[in-house]
């Protein structure tokens, strides 16, 4: 018999907790012989949405209602509705007792350790965690609180914790409604929301430093501060014209982009032949999706290797040993800044990476200078991602940490699989 599993999710939301939300329902949708699939869809921030004339969005429209009317009718029958499973895709502060078995799917952390809320509400709540990285599995698995006033010791999560990455994705690149007057042939890309995290001030200002003199170099900054609005533009293009200010005689460039791009947008920005590498110097990662866009689209990456995106930046050399192969920039493992913390989610005591500045003036010079070097780096890890990042079995990963093994042979489904063959 079908389980019924209620996904408690951001999936209409353009945001990473989408993007997420969407990858669970894919995986969950790879098999409809287990799941019979209810969506109750959540906000999350003031984030825009996908667009609605996909088959995807109606797929999702429709299934939405289906649980709207399935909520009614056992409403007006006087009974509670039941599912079998919840799949809860958001942060641990808002896990709730939905079904028999409720599994919380959860980004994780980009720091060194979870809130105790985070615990409490694991322990007390929710069946096993799922999240997208090794670093996010280790953050929630070792974090511990003594709190002797309390007659606690060791307080940490006991709750089994998984994690699973995202897959690749086979994007044809079209640049339709993208006008981009490039007056530049090495031109660096960075993707992120203009937040205390994403060190997006240092990315800019050093990049001006480094590059001021450098006419043909530019930097492609796609980037927002709230959401996708006609205001929130106006805003975003403020606080960069200051930031700016200081380097009146630049020569190099620089492009803001700001509004919802496609994946087929992104993808041609990632495949642009002026592209010379992406940028992400933030102080931590759940993951990292825009670095592992660029990657697997064969784009060169300046970063640092800390966080989440060690899970696909690496690639192992002969003696086995994984290397990463980016153009590295140096960091501390410092506190977080206090205009990041973020009460019962980042903690004040908590830590994450600081870039240094000497470090990633050099990581993005050598970039132009080691051109050839850098490109063959980037070829070697996208042909790995491309082997070890598959979609079909990622997705069967994710549904074998959803149904118990005997319910659930991966290598007899995959076997039975009819699926396209990626180059």
Same mark, same amino acid.
């Given at each position: ?5 209620? #996904? ?30 209810? /969506? ?15 088959? +995807? ?42 079904? #028999? ?126 959401? +996708? ?27 803001? /982009? ?19 590498? /992406? ?126 093994? +005997? +319910? ?16």
């Amino acid at each position: 018999m079908k389980k019924r599993i209620l #996904v408690k999710a951001p999936a209409l939301s353009r945001s990473g907790y989408g993007e997420q939300a969407r990858f669970a329902i894919r995986a969950l949708q790879s098999r409809t012989d287990i799941f019979d699939i209810y /969506l109750l869809n959540i906000a999350w921030g003031k984030t825009g949405m996908i667009p609605a004339n996909t088959p +995807e969005r109606e797929w999702l429209d429709s299934t939405i209602l289906k649980t709207t009317q399935y909520i009614q009718t056992c409403q007006q029958q006087g009974q509670p509705p039941a599912f079998d499973l919840s799949l809860q895709v958001t942060i641990p502060n808002e896990f709730e007792k939905i079904a #028999v078995t409720d599994i919380g799917y959860t980004a994780g952390i980009e720091t060194t350790k979870i809130a105790p809320h985070w615990i409490e509400k694991i322990n007390g709540v929710v069946d096993k965690v799922i999240t997208i990285s090794g670093h996010s599995k280790r953050v929630i698995e070792q974090t511990s609180y003594d709190f002797p006033e309390q007659g606690l010791e060791n307080f940490r999560v006991n709750k089994p914790v998984e994690y699973v990455n995202y897959p690749y994705k086979t994007t044809e690149p079209d640049p339709d409604g993208l006008d981009i007057p490039f007056e530049t042939t090495k031109n660096f890309l960075c993707i992120s929301q203009w937040g205390p995290r994403k060190n997006i001030e240092n990315t800019v200002r050093w990049f001006l430093d480094e590059f001021h003199d450098d006419e043909d170099v530019g930097l492609v900054l796609k980037t927002n501060t709230a959401n +996708e609005s006609i205001l929130d533009r106006t805003l975003t293009s403020k606080r960069l014209t200051r930031l700016i200010s200081d380097f009146p005689d630049k020569k190099c460039k620089l492009y803001l /982009l700001h509004g919802g791009l496609s994946e087929e947008q992104l993808t041609w920005l990632y495949q642009h032949p002026s592209m010379v590498a /992406l940028i992400n110097i933030g102080h931590g990662e759940g993951f990292g999706l825009p670095l592992f866009e660029a990657a697997y689209n064969g784009l060169p990456l300046v970063t640092v290797t800390w966080s989440g995106q060690m899970d696909f930046i690496c690639t192992p050399n002969k003696k086995g040993k994984q290397v990463p192969r980016v153009s590295r920039v140096d960091y501390d493992i410092k506190n977080v800044q206090p205009e990041a913390h973020w009460e019962g989610v980042v903690q004040p005591d908590s830590m994450w990476a600081f870039a240094k500045k000497a470090s990633y003036k050099r990581a993005v010079r050598d970039i132009v200078k080691k051109k050839v070097h850098f490109k063959n780096q980037a070829k070697s890890l996208r042909n790995h991602i491309l082997k070890n990042f598959k979609e079909e079995d990622k997705y069967a990963e994710f549904v074998s940490h959803l149904v118990n093994e +005997e +319910e659930f042979n991966v290598e007899s489904w995959l076997d039975g699989l009819d699926l396209e063959v990626h180059d």
